[in-house]
């Protein structure tokens, strides 16, 4: 998409938006920067500030690190294009993404990957295990779906959302990892732990033999914190301006 055109996006639409499109847009080059990405699959979805419940997602055929704040597609609830584009939008991901959107009004943003350590621990029949600290962090904060297919079929959507319920990680099983925040910066934070921890834990099953063992009362001190108002700050007020500045280093651009 030309700059012309994300121009005109930018004088089309309120500065509530246009924050929330940039703020996307680096969740994507971020995405994409940390290895996280699968060629034009997977999805990132924010939002719109407003009563309409219009979303914004990554047009269908370009790369992660190609996104720009003018350039993502808005939709309804229904999967119509609200903006013009000259991509369409995946299919799948807008199940998936209208699923939370549906039900979840904190749900300012919602990331969906495919990566290899996430989609190995989601088909790990032991699930996710307390290990270390960044799994202990993200436990009670992680629910879990069975597989029913590429998600192309919207009466999924109600399973999706019963097991997500209020928590805000989830390990699609045979599929991958999900990530919902009230922010870009909180959706990305705890997406970041999730896919550490996946990391993590692969590692650690492929030594073989026993591991160390945490008590029981430091994990469930552990997965409190995670699920503390401080976890949200960091994510708000430290990580995400980190990775913004990061952005601007090596892959500038997202704001257009």
């Not at 996307?24 to 719109?48: E, K, M, N, P, Q």
């Not at 990566?115 to 629910?143: C, F, H, K, M």
């Not at 319920?165 to 925040?181: D, E, I, R, S, Y």
């Not at 108002?229 to 090596?250: C, I, S």
Request: proline share 5%; charged share 20%.
């Amino acid at each position: 998409m030309s700059n012309k055109a994300d121009v005109s996006v930018r004088n089309s639409i309120s500065d509530e938006e246009w924050e929330v499109r940039v703020n996307l847009a680096a969740a994507y080059r971020a995405v994409a920067l940390y290895g996280w990405d699968d060629l034009i699959f997977t999805h990132i979805s924010a939002r719109v500030p407003g009563p309409e419940h219009h979303f914004l997602i990554n047009p269908y055929g370009m790369m992660f690190e190609e996104i720009t704040a003018g350039s993502l597609v808005k939709v309804d609830m229904d999967g119509n294009p609200v903006t013009k584009s000259a991509f369409p939008v995946n299919p799948a991901g807008f199940t998936i993404h209208s699923a939370v959107h549906e039900v979840r009004e904190d749900a300012g943003c919602v990331i969906h990957l495919h990566t290899p350590d996430g989609t190995a621990v989601s088909t790990y029949e032991g699930r996710l295990l307390p290990l270390n600290q960044t799994a202990q962090l993200i436990l009670g904060d992680l629910a879990y779906h069975d597989y029913e297919g590429v998600a192309l079929d919207h009466d999924e959507r109600p399973r999706i959302q019963n097991d997500l319920g209020t928590k805000n990680l989830m390990l699609l099983h045979n599929h991958g990892t999900l990530a919902v925040g009230r922010t870009a910066a909180e959706a990305f934070t705890r997406m970041y732990y999730l896919e550490r921890a996946c990391t993590m834990q692969v590692r650690t099953l492929m030594q073989g033999g026993e591991q160390h063992p945490t008590e029981k009362p430091v994990i469930e001190s552990n997965a409190e914190l995670g699920r503390s108002e401080g976890f949200t700050k960091l994510a708000n007020q430290l990580v995400w301006p980190a990775v913004l500045r990061k952005l601007d280093r090596v892959n500038p651009g997202f704001r257009q």
